[in-house]
């Protein structure tokens, strides 16, 4: 069998709010479950691991506050720093 090459995606800004959000209107699903529920979407499915969102969801604060201080910062991956 071939090796099959695949590509990690990071996920935007904004694609983690999305997250966040449906993750506050469902409090009671496994993070396991959230996974699948944004990998079967069928528009805009996001490739996320269960240990990917454990993170981000650590990082929640620091993520959202980097909205309030950068609006245009929603289509970046990582926040820019300028030296």
């Known amino acids: ?3 099959k090459v ?3 995606k990071n996920l935007t ?3 983690w709010l999305v997250v966040f959000a449906y993750i506050d209107t469902h409090p009671h ?3 396991a479950e959230i ?4 990998e079967n979407e069928l528009t805009g499915a ?3 691991s269960q240990s990917a969102l454990s ?3 650590k990082r929640r604060p620091e993520l959202e506050a980097r909205i309030n201080s950068n609006p245009n910062a929603l289509s970046s991956k990582r926040p820019r720093v300028v030296s």
Request: net charge positive; charged share 20%.
């Open 29 to 31: 699903q496994s993070q």
């Open 1 to 3: 069998k071939p090796h």
């Open 46 to 48: 996001l490739a996320l």
């Open 55 to 57: 993170r981000a969801l």
């Open 35 to 38: 996974v699948l529920h944004f």
């Open 13 to 15: 800004l904004n694609d």
């Open 6 to 8: 695949t590509t990690r």
